[in-house]
């Protein structure tokens, strides 16, 4: 009886979620927000916003195309993650695969980008703040932050990133622990969000850790650091109700984001991608605060953890 009661506490919890402060999708602001605005309406209530019309003076929405980056990028060495089916950093098969890590100058990675015939999945997704490292020859065809964000979270970006890719090189599901200011500078994107107060229905497992390697053919080899990776299995476009009938009561918000469009995504907040060909994006990763909220949300995954190993076992 304890443990149907403590489920039912965690299904009204998130349904009390939804009532509060959840509408079933994603707000939209036109133009930019002060940082107390922004702050008040969307970072202390922990909700994602759609934010338009505050980077149309970036000259990047108008340069970045593939004639302009391959004069700019073409002999430049740069990595790129490989996979033989565009799902890097996901779990296949019951383990988690991360992508072939491969050098290749950025003419080559825009060659492999424009192939359409079923071959590997090339996608530049490295996440240590590669804009300005690896591509700091266009770096400043955008702004090095949002000053009204960086006064909102009391700190100056923690990595800007730059992502590129085509259809084929899908994000799975997982969180983050950053505030992040997503932005589509060409393309679109396809965020399934689902709120951290959805926890208890989602499958979070460790899983052995792997690699894909291409030698005379894909490949796949065992990593020992780490040894495993806490992910989440199920896939939100086509989820296995059978196996994970508590995914039932989650509730998934799709918010399409758009060339010139950027998308504030709240820290903790689960999130899968999808996108167009040719898409290009740059984010902006902030510290989160590790506040209360954190503490909440800790508590909320410990417990639905505890719950999970419960059922498995099928203790008494």
């Not at 396809?190 to 053919?217: A, K, M, V």
């Amino acid at each position: 009886k304890m443990f149907q009661k403590v489920n039912e506490v965690l299904s009204e919890c998130a349904s009390e979620a939804r009532e509060l402060y959840l509408r079933g999708s994603v707000e939209t602001h036109d133009g930019a927000p002060t940082a107390l605005e922004f702050h008040r309406k969307w970072v202390a209530r922990n909700v994602p916003c759609v934010f338009r019309n505050i980077i149309d003076h970036w000259p990047a929405l108008h340069r970045w195309n593939e004639a302009y980056l391959a004069r700019r990028m073409g002999e430049k060495l740069i990595d790129v993650a490989v996979t033989p089916d565009g799902f890097a950093d996901a779990v296949r098969d019951g383990k988690f695969m991360l992508p072939e890590e491969r050098s290749m100058t950025f003419s080559t990675f825009l060659r492999h980008l424009s192939e359409k015939d079923g071959s590997d999945v090339f996608y530049i997704q490295k996440q240590n703040s590669n804009l300005t490292s690896d591509f700091a020859e266009i770096k400043d065809d955008v702004d090095p932050d949002f000053a009204w964000a960086t006064e909102a979270f009391g700190c100056k970006p923690d990595a800007v990133n730059f992502w590129m890719g085509g259809e084929r090189a899908v994000t799975s599901l997982h969180k983050d622990h950053y505030e992040n200011l997503y932005c589509v500078v060409k393309g679109k994107k396809t965020f399934t969000l689902i709120p951290p107060s959805d926890r208890p229905f989602l499958p979070y497992n460790s899983y052995p850790c792997y690699q894909h390697y291409h030698h005379d053919g894909w490949k796949i080899k065992r990593i020992a650091e780490p040894p495993t990776v806490p992910w989440i299995s199920i896939d939100p476009l086509n989820p296995d109700l059978q196996q994970h009938p508590a995914y039932q009561q989650a509730r998934p918000i799709t918010c399409t984001v758009r060339a010139g469009e950027v998308l504030y995504l709240p820290s903790l907040w689960y999130h899968h991608v999808q996108q167009t060909d040719g898409t290009i994006a740059v984010n902006y990763w902030h510290d989160m605060d590790f506040d209360i909220k954190y503490a909440y949300f800790q508590t909320l995954d410990k417990l639905t953890s505890l719950l999970s190993e419960k059922r498995t076992k099928n203790w008494k």
